[in-house]
């Protein structure tokens, strides 16, 4: 294994855990108290930072649904992506353990949602209308990383999107499913809750990533033009937090035209 994929996997296995330690923690300790915008909050706020500190490293994909809607959409190799996905899942599990550690008893933790935070249908949703709402919110989710992070997004505004998304797809889904869109998010808090939600979190893990897998279809087809990176020598600037997507040729934006016409005009009246 190369020293830049060790890297890759051990952000991804720090980010998975932190975004449920932190996303899910502040559903076990404040779902009641400070209500669904809170944990909504949450979970995007840690996005946006991990996206920031984690994109330029291995991406920050932080979820198995992101890294299938990259690998379609051919920015990541097969062989990383299986090597992300056992990762991001335990990731999950290990911020799961730390919360249920907390919530056993370490420290006066009151676990406030009753079952770790865990995903769940039933009370609220039918099994049918979870899945929909799950693979909807999800290839919302996924289409917008898959956008905001292409050659011809504006530079360093992806975390910021993403962050939001998240946070915003939160808000819908918190008071019927506790929101997933990211099946490493649900199995972790699932094995330790054990009954309904952990026989349930099938449809938590199959859901999102059918959703990745339209978001990968659609997203090529309202993509703007792409930006090439080397045109004449001239510097593209391309924004490198949040999930990476592959480099495609494509027309050149304005601003990659004035660079490179900069460039030429450079090369062929120097200045003296």
């Not at 932190?18 to 669904?36: N, R």
């Not at 026989?199 to 792409?226: C, D, E, K, Y």
């Not at 480099?247 to 601003?255: F, I, Q, T, W």
């Amino acid at each position: 294994m190369s020293p830049t994929l060790l890297r890759q996997l051990l952000a991804e296995f720090v980010g998975t855990a932190l975004l449920v330690l932190v996303g899910v923690g502040s559903a076990v300790a404040g779902i009641k108290t400070g209500g669904p915008v809170v944990v909504a909050l949450a979970f995007g706020l840690v996005l946006l930072a991990l996206a920031y500190a984690l994109g330029p490293v291995s991406g920050c994909h932080v979820n198995p649904a992101v890294t299938l809607g990259v690998l379609l959409s051919r920015g990541i190799s097969l062989t990383e992506a299986i090597g992300y996905w056992i990762v991001q899942f335990a990731g999950g599990v290990a911020g799961a353990a730390l919360l249920a550690l907390l919530a056993s008893g370490f420290g006066g933790v009151t676990d406030q949602t009753g079952n770790l935070g865990a995903n769940d249908y039933g009370a609220t949703i039918s099994a049918g209308g979870a899945f929909l709402l799950e693979a909807l919110l999800t290839f919302v989710f996924v289409t917008v990383i898959l956008l905001v992070t292409g050659r011809a997004a504006a530079p360093g505004f992806a975390g910021l999107a993403i962050g939001l998304t998240l946070a915003a797809v939160h808000m819908v889904a918190i008071p019927l499913t506790g929101t997933s869109v990211n099946p490493a998010r649900s199995l972790g808090p699932a094995l330790f809750a054990g009954g309904e939600p952990l026989q349930h979190v099938w449809l938590f893990i199959l859901a999102p990533l059918a959703g990745a897998v339209v978001a990968a279809l659609v997203a090529p087809l309202i993509t703007s033009p792409l930006v090439r990176e080397e045109v004449a020598g001239a510097a593209v600037a391309v924004d490198e937090t949040g999930a990476q997507v592959p480099s495609e040729e494509g027309p050149l934006l304005p601003r990659a035209r004035h660079a490179a016409d900069d460039v030429t005009s450079q090369e062929q009246h120097p200045i003296a």
